[in-house]
């Protein structure tokens, strides 16, 4: 039942924004009375709040996959991997955390950990954990001798992300073929995957 909800909470929150949905829509969604919503939820806050969580596990399993596979394949083929899936998240992230920017009562509730509490393996600090674990899968590589010791990991892994997300958000705003034609960054975003990782670490690969 709790997943139902959170899939019609997603779904709802896609298609009318964060501040327009309604619980109302979202019980309509998920087949089940409004009322129902908070034997699951503590609030209207912490639904929402644990939606945005379950979109961020595709990236979460992304990261473990790339955690996996330091000393395997190649570097750069494994950060173009995840690159492209971060394209993608971002872009499905992205209407649903904009409003979020802009309501403090959710903003407070996520850094509180608050889908943590509602079972979610999400932290307070989780968007920043992405930096982390990306780090630390270059920091892997550093020490198999296949990255360049003298490259900061961290900067490098907010680069590559920061790429990722400004690349999602390009293509929702103005479009992704404006994005080509105009910017030429390519649309698909594996093969943007790919050429963003051979610009960001030419030279740092062994």
């Known amino acids: 039942m709790r997943e139902r909800i959170l899939t019609a909470a997603i779904d709802v929150i896609k ?4 501040t327009a949905a309604t619980t109302k ?3 309509r969604a998920a087949g089940v ?9 503590e609030n209207k806050t912490a639904l929402f709040g644990s939606a945005l969580a379950e979109v961020a596990g595709s990236m979460r399993a992304a990261m473990a996959e790339l955690a996996g596979s330091a000393g395997k394949g190649t570097v750069h083929d494994n950060l173009a991997r995840l690159a492209g899936i971060a394209v993608r998240f971002y872009g499905e992230l992205l209407p649903m955390t904009g409003p979020v920017l802009g309501e403090p009562e959710i903003l407070a509730w996520l850094r509180a950990g608050g889908p943590a509490k509602e079972g979610s393996p999400l932290p307070a600090a989780g968007p920043v954990l992405g930096i982390v ?6 920091e892997a590589e550093q020490a198999g001798g296949r990255l360049a010791p003298d490259v900061n990991p961290y900067p490098l892994a907010a680069a590559l992300l920061g790429a990722c997300l400004q690349q999602a958000f390009l293509a929702r705003l103005s479009g992704a073929e404006t994005v080509e034609n105009i910017a030429h960054l390519p649309a698909d975003p594996d093969e943007y995957g790919r050429e963003i990782v051979t610009t960001l670490l030419s030279g740092h690969i062994r």
């Not at 298609?15 to 964060?18: A, C, N």
């Not at 674990?133 to 270059?138: F, N, S």
């Open 25 to 27: 829509e979202i019980a």
């Open 133 to 138: 674990g990306l780090a630390g899968y270059l």
């Open 15 to 18: 298609q009318r924004g964060m």
């Open 33 to 41: 009375s409004e009322g129902s919503l908070y034997n699951h939820f």
